[in-house]
């Protein structure tokens, strides 16, 4: 048994979901679960379906919301011949209910909305590829991934509830693999009791993957994505950023708390606790070898590089020159909280405390506001935070040249720096 995850990116074109069908053909008679996100930019696209029918503007929700539905007709017409017809059932479905929601007064809050609307993205994309696949002799058995995965009602941020969703698992996905080689499921979505669509939050997609295979005690999963492997730095950043060929699962959360833009680490947990090697593989070059993720300590890892641009540093003072205790603290992650901040780093002195944030411009005027009540408040924005692990000095110095640093935490494997141009 293999999970494989394909993301929006590589079912953004009729050219690319004919080469998600070529790439299946190459594990000929393997028992497969497929998970597979929206197609391009429909999430996005919804979401402004979200946004105008919250603001009571129905027209440009409805005009919006017909835009998205002329693409994935389209596109299933590009594909589609024998199985056309059942497929245009199934989309007129899911967006009949969209269209039946967006014509109502909204009487609840916004996340609730955006779940119910944002959902059936994954559902119209699910349905194309299945239908296509069977038309190119790849049978496949599509289910609602709904009816599987339980969540509570933490709407935009759904928690799973593993023993419904295991119990499910075992009565209406496992079954299956008896007469079928590829099952094929949404990632990201799931549903509450009530039968409501809910939504798992950041990198659902993965994380869906990672529960399906958990449960499913899966060999391994593959995140098939449009990188040739998980690379040491942003190539965008770095152009000559390097592939990883192996990492371990402590290392790819820690990449992941930095910023770097890898695996979650909520999906890394359900494969960690089986011991479920992770591929990260190249959908448009399945043959390279990518990078795998699994329980083994690599060795001689390249500096993994992270750089955070347009950060705020905030800095705090007591007004009494009190010492910074705990009960400020608590009180500083209360508003952080509130305002739904993450600070990137934090370092506390005798009366003092600083954050480095993300520059948000609304929230940063509100956290300023909180805090100006108990604290002396200076904020300086432009910033730059790199964070090395495994760092080398040669490195740290040509990445600091011309830069004035304003903090620094360093341990035998990190060094963090915040800067500045001079």
């Keep these: 048994m293999k999970v494989f995850k ?97 014509n109502e007064k909204p009487v609840r809050h916004h996340d609730y909305y955006y779940d119910q609307v944002v959902c059936i993205g994954e559902l119209l994309s699910t349905s194309i590829i299945s239908a296509y696949l069977e038309e190119t002799g790849i049978h496949n058995h599509w289910i609602d991934v709904r009816e599987i995965f339980c969540t509570d009602n933490n709407f935009r941020d759904a928690r799973i509830d593993w023993h419904t969703t295991q119990m499910m698992i075992r009565k209406k996905v496992t079954p299956l693999f008896r007469n079928t080689d590829i099952v094929l499921t949404q990632g990201f979505i799931g549903a509450t009791k009530e039968n409501e669509s809910t939504t798992l939050g950041r990198e659902g997609s993965d994380y869906t993957a990672a529960v399906f295979a958990n449960m499913l005690d899966a060999k391994q999963v593959f995140i098939w994505k449009d990188v040739e492997a998980v690379m040491n730095a942003d190539p965008k950043q770095f152009p000559d950023a390097e592939p990883i060929a192996e990492l371990n699962y402590n290392e790819v959360i820690e990449m992941a708390y930095y910023g770097a833009q890898v695996i979650h680490p909520k999906t890394i947990k359900p494969l960690q606790n089986k011991n479920i090697p992770l591929s990260v593989k190249c959908f448009l070059q399945p043959s390279l070898a990518g990078t795998v993720i699994q329980d083994h300590i690599p060795e001689n890892l390249p500096p993994i590089i992270v750089l955070k641009e347009n ?11 009190s010492f910074i205790g705990e009960h400020h603290l608590i009180g500083l992650y209360k508003i952080f909280e509130k305002l739904k901040i993450k600070p990137n780093l934090t370092q506390n002195a005798a009366i003092s405390f600083t954050a480095v944030l993300d520059d948000h411009p ?40 011309r830069k004035n640093i304003l903090l620094r935490q360093q341990t035998p494997v990190t060094l963090q720096v915040l800067m500045e141009d001079q």
């Design 311 to 321: 950060q705020v540093m905030l800095c705090l003072e007591t007004k009494d020159f």
């Design 362 to 401: 609304g929230k940063i005027e509100l956290l300023v506001k909180e805090t100006s009540a108990h604290f002396g408040v200076s904020i300086t924005k432009g910033l730059s935070l790199l964070t090395l692990r495994h760092y080398k000095k040669e490195l740290f110095e040509k990445l600091t040249e």
């Design 6 to 102: 394909f993301g929006g990116a590589s079912v953004n074109s009729i050219e690319r979901i004919q080469n998600l069908a070529s790439i299946l053909k190459e594990f000929p008679g393997e028992k497969i679960m497929v998970v597979i996100s929206a197609m391009g930019k429909t999430t996005n696209a919804l979401e402004k379906v979200v946004e105008a029918f919250y603001n009571r503007d129905r027209e440009k929700a409805s005009q919006l919301l017909q835009k998205i539905k002329y693409q994935h007709a389209g596109t299933a017409k590009d594909l589609l011949s024998v199985h056309y017809i059942s497929c245009e059932a199934k989309l007129i479905e899911f967006f009949a209910k969209a269209e039946s929601l967006i």
